[in-house]
Antibody, heavy 121, light 110 residues
Framework: QVQLVQSGAEVKKPGASVKVSCKAS????????INWVRQAPGQGLEWMGW????????GYAQKFQGRVTMARDTSISTAYMELTSLRSEDTAIYYC??????????????WGQGTLVSVSS | QSVLTQPPSASGTPGQRVTISCSGS????????VYWYQQLPGTAPKLLIY???QRPSGVPDRFSGSKSGTSASLAISGLRSEDEADYYC???????????FGGGTKLTVL
């Protein structure tokens, strides 16, 4: 069965960076995209960006340009999302989601369990 | 505020039919597909409807989606207590070159 298992919760200070991992299993990792979506406490969903796992090509939401990097290691079927220059407003649950279909036609059909990133001095 | 507009809350009694609206623009809903996600309390979102009105396997046919112009709707018939959740619409936005979500609608089953 398809599974996306994310790394554990993180506590960071303002200005620091965080790297969240998302390990995929149950399907051919390179055949699907990985998207990252975050959810601040009590708030809605916010898309951060996507990655073509096969090519490594990425696309980021304008809001996160310059601060986010998405990467993958196909040998271990793992995707990564790194966010730098953290501020308190980045406190959120970060989800990876499999994109089934190409870019704007993709549906997010499987989600990771989420990783809580807390940013506090 | 969100690019897609949803009512913050909706409610119904068991067995009732409820609808949740999602309003967008020509650069998102009107030009491409709408997706709906269900988020039960304390869990990750789950795909409910894709490409306007398609249900993934395992999603009951009580859930249906529709789209007209710059708006879309999610309908839930035969409302059940386990439908109590947050519902989000989503669409690709051509102007932003990215996915946009509605603010979410909290559904309460009375």
């Amino acid at each position: 069965q398809v599974q996306l298992v994310q790394s554990g919760a993180e506590v960071k200070k303002p200005g620091a960076s965080v790297k969240v991992s998302c390990k995929a299993s149950g399907y051919t990792f390179t055949n699907y995209e990985i998207n990252w979506v975050r959810q601040a406490p009590g708030q809605g969903l916010e898309w951060m960006g996507w990655m073509n796992v096969n090519s490594g090509n990425t696309g980021y939401a304008q809001k996160f340009q310059g601060r986010v990097t998405m990467a993958r290691d196909t040998s271990i079927s793992t995707a990564y999302m790194e966010l730098t220059s953290l501020r308190s407003e980045d406190t959120a649950i970060y989800y990876c989601a499999r994109g089934n279909g190409q870019l704007y036609l993709a549906r997010f059909d499987y989600w990771g369990q989420g990783t809580l990133v807390s940013v506090s001095s | 505020q969100s690019v897609l507009t949803q009512p913050p809350s909706a409610s119904g009694t068991p067995g009732q039919r409820v609808t949740i609206s999602c309003s967008g623009s020509s650069s998102n809903i009107e030009s491409l597909y709408v997706y709906w996600y269900q988020q039960l309390p304390g869990t990750a979102p789950k795909l409910l409807i894709y490409r306007n009105n398609q249900r993934p396997s395992g999603v009951p046919d009580r859930f249906s989606g529709s789209k007209s112009g710059t708006s879309a709707s999610l309908a839930i018939s035969g409302l059940r207590s386990e439908d109590e959740a947050d519902y989000y619409c989503a669409a690709w936005d051509d102007n932003l070159s990215g996915w946009v979500f509605g603010g979410g609608t909290k559904l309460t089953v009375l």
